[in-house]
């Protein structure tokens, strides 16, 4: 079975840096495009970046310019580089693997 397990989050302030990583066991890592989502209290879960297996990115106007999406297929791993972070960056972010894998999600909280 396919694993997901995000990691990285945390405690920031505004204007900080935070590296999410995805961590990726059971699935064939580098056949599959991956991307990150958010979702803030009581908002819906949203989109926030991908990269194909190819290694183009895409990302939400939100984030574009601060956000830094990357994966590492050797180490079957994805990462998120978030800089300049603001308060509303503030969510639980969810890392998937298209194809129906997501992670449990962990907590970034940008707050002074």
């Known amino acids: 079975q396919g694993q997901v397990v995000e990691s990285g989050g945390g405690l920031v302030q505004p204007g900080g840096s935070l590296r999410l990583s995805c961590a990726v066991s059971?699935?064939?890592?580098?056949?599959?495009?991956m991307g990150w989502y958010r979702q803030a209290p009581g908002k819906q879960r949203e989109f926030v970046a991908s990269?194909?297996?190819?290694?183009?990115?895409s990302y939400d106007d939100s984030v574009k310019g601060r956000f830094t999406i990357s994966r590492d297929n050797a180490k079957n791993t994805g990462y998120l580089q978030m800089n300049s972070l603001k308060s509303e960056d503030t969510a639980v972010y969810y890392c998937?693997?298209?194809?129906?894998?997501w992670g449990q999600g962990t907590q970034v909280t940008v707050s002074p």
């Open positions: 998937t693997i298209f194809g129906g894998f």
């Open positions: 990269i194909s297996r190819g290694g183009v990115s």
């Open positions: 059971g699935i064939s890592f580098s056949d599959h495009s």
